[in-house]
């Protein structure tokens, strides 16, 4: 996770994922429902993740920018350890892998041929870079 940017008149974050396979890199934008999409999806083809991003998770609208930042770097975080989870259990996904690549972008044909590197990526406002976080997984 390398940041996020305030989309849709500033009402939501929009987290960007820098994933990698082989010698291909690409960025993927997703906002936080879609990741709450994702794990709903995942747990109805049998994946059990526990700690899975909740559709509650908002922040309070009487926060200041500042609090509100800190709260995205907060869900920033949540959502790199999810991505990691679901990067350990690769081996587990078996039709719900499908769900995960679509989700990243990977384009389905490549996905067991090379392995698969991810960090999901936040920009706060004022266009600071937030310390990156990598994730590595074996070969898919």
Known sequence: VLGFEMGYGDKFAVYSMRVSKGN???????DYSEFCDLHTRLRATGVRVLRGPSSFSAPPYE???????????????QLQEYLDRLLTIHDNLA??????????DVP??????DSLTSSLTSVPE???????????????
């Open 24 to 30: 291909t890199a690409w960025v993927s934008k997703r």
């Open 63 to 77: 926060l200041d920018d500042l609090a509100v930042d800190v709260f995205h770097m907060g869900q920033q975080t």
């Open 95 to 104: 039709e719900a892998e499908e769900v995960f690549f679509n989700f990243l």
């Open 108 to 113: 389905v044909a490549r996905s067991r041929t």
């Open 126 to 140: 004022e266009g600071e870079l937030v310390e990156a976080l990598f994730l590595e997984s074996g070969s898919f």
